[in-house]
């Protein structure tokens, strides 16, 4: 690294000239972490020492301007978790120029003093420029790349390094060693036996892949097939698959994790054997389209699997149902339940760039959304991505408990979501709060179904249960 007053504007003009996502500035959006080449066994696994980022990382840290916007947007740095963005990137700053960060003058890891790290290219990144603390506080949000004018790609930084940590020292903190033990085992992050994935949808007599030729939606149910609050969305978007007579099916007891946890806990390997093996899965089978409830596996499939040779149209429930809305394939009823607030899944907005579809969705059913003042790309993280609930590095409060507080403020009676990660974390609030929805489920409760016309011989209509 270099000095000098003019330091940033040269360093930031040869950044954003080879920066290593150039779509971005297409208008586009390029979200999905790189892939390591694991076949070669002389490439590093990670980052383990400040000389190992690629060079237009080390230009991009070497472009930061201090500005704070990256921690002010930070909610582990809200929350009190060891973990500044800011301070992050100039730590890798301070570790090529062989220095400490004695002279940082700004905000320090929350609970962490300043003075007490330094190092050189050539050493170890944890424990010397950071601890392994502040890499596990990250929830992969994106909301400091979203905010940095530079467009410094932090989060992909915070991965690179947690891979050296689980792919060489297998030093994933608290219950990440099972994570990811019980993924390769049973291909579910939480263990349970791989024969239970469809015990939730026992009664509703779905299609499975295997059994048909060709579908147009091929329904990717998600690890949500295990968690009995989760379930209830699942079977109130089957309820509305079915309502809009959408040819679908589901893969069934083939259908495997995704992979984002393992990736995001920077475990690459089973990600990429999760992934490889889902996409020999989907290479059976004809659809149109896979839609799923799930922003993390939605952001994965479409984003993370093409590398791999899984190139498919990939949609978020609430952008189908949107699409069915409008074209007239739902008779719902005007809802009644309540004000709404809509809380925005960071892998489905920061991500994905989806903030409109769900609000089409809650619009068509007569409910005006009493918006958060952080919403949309501003939107507060529930704290559920990345791994953090897994890694649970403490703070002095908790993530959920901060997104709660920005709901209370709008006054609304029910927070519709969109996310199984989000679901949990909110409903994990333990003080009194509002109801927590699903979209699907809001869709579901104001489902009417159609006057059948009156005919002597008509049979009455089959009922769904749901």
């Known amino acids: 690294t270099w000095g000098g007053p003019m330091k940033h504007a040269f360093a930031g003009a040869l ?19 790189k892939a390591l080449d694991l076949t070669d066994r002389s490439a590093p696994l990670g980052v383990e020492k400040p000389k190992d980022f690629t060079w237009n ?5 070497d472009a930061c301007v201090q500005c704070g916007k990256c921690e002010a947007a930070c909610p582990a740095f809200a929350a009190g978790q060891p973990l500044n963005p800011k301070k992050l990137i100039q730590d890798m700053v301070v570790g090529l120029a062989g220095g400490t960060d004695a002279h940082f003058a700004g905000s320090p890891y929350p609970g962490k003093p300043i ?60 219950n990440g060693a099972q994570v990811l033990d019980n993924l390769i085992a ?20 779905l299609n499975v892949m295997r059994d048909t030729p060709s579908v147009d939606v091929l329904f ?20 509305v698959l079915k309502a809009a007579k959408v040819s679908f099916a589901v893969l069934g007891l083939e259908e495997r994790d995704s992979g984002d946890v393992a990736r995001r806990l920077g475990d690459e390997a089973t990600f990429q054997a999760l992934a490889k093996r889902n996409i020999q899965t989907l290479a059976q089978y ?19 699997y093409p590398a791999f040779g899984g190139e498919y149209l990939v949609q978020h429930h609430s952008t189908y149902m949107a699409e069915l809305l409008a074209a007239g394939q739902l008779n719902v009823s005007a809802d009644t339940g309540g004000s709404v607030t809509y809380h925005d899944p960071c892998y489905l907005g920061r991500y994905n760039g989806e903030y409109e579809a769900p609000r089409a969705v809650l619009r068509a059913l007569g409910i005006e959304v009493k918006e958060m003042q952080r919403s949309g790309f501003r939107s507060r993280c529930c704290g559920g991505g990345g791994g953090a ?6 703070g002095k409060q908790r993530i959920p408990d901060m997104r ?63």
């Open 186 to 205: 049973t291909d579910n992050p939480g263990g349970f036996a791989p024969g239970g994935r469809m015990n939730w949808a026992a009664d509703l007599n």
């Open 57 to 61: 990382q080390l230009l991009g840290f």
């Open 404 to 466: 709660m507080d920005d709901i209370r403020e709008t006054g609304a009676e029910r927070v519709a979501v969109g996310c199984p990660q989000c679901t949990a974390m909110l409903e994990g609030v333990v003080e009194p709060r509002p109801l927590i929805k699903d979209i699907a489920e809001l869709v579901a409760d104001a489902l009417v179904e159609p006057a059948a016309p009156v005919k002597a011989t008509q049979r009455a209509p089959e009922e769904v249960i749901a």
């Open 286 to 304: 004809r659809f149109k389209r896979i839609v799923t409830c799930d922003p993390h596996s939605f952001h994965v499939l479409k984003n993370e």
């Open 115 to 174: 003075g007490e790290h330094g190092g050189n290219p050539h050493q170890p990144i944890v424990n010397g420029l950071v601890d392994a603390e502040t890499l596990w506080s990250c929830t992969t949000c994106r909301a400091c790349v979203e905010e940095c004018p530079m467009m410094i790609e932090h989060v992909d930084a915070i991965v690179d390094m947690r891979r050296f940590l689980t792919l060489e020292k297998g030093a994933t903190p608290n």
């Open 220 to 239: 990717w149910v998600g690890d949500g097939a295990f968690d009995m609050r989760n379930q209830r969305t699942l079977r109130a978007f089957v309820k």
């Open 389 to 394: 609930p897994i890694t649970d590095i403490p």
């Open 15 to 33: 950044h954003l000239a080879w920066h290593r996502r150039a779509e971005r500035f297409g208008g586009g959006r390029s979200t999905g972490l």
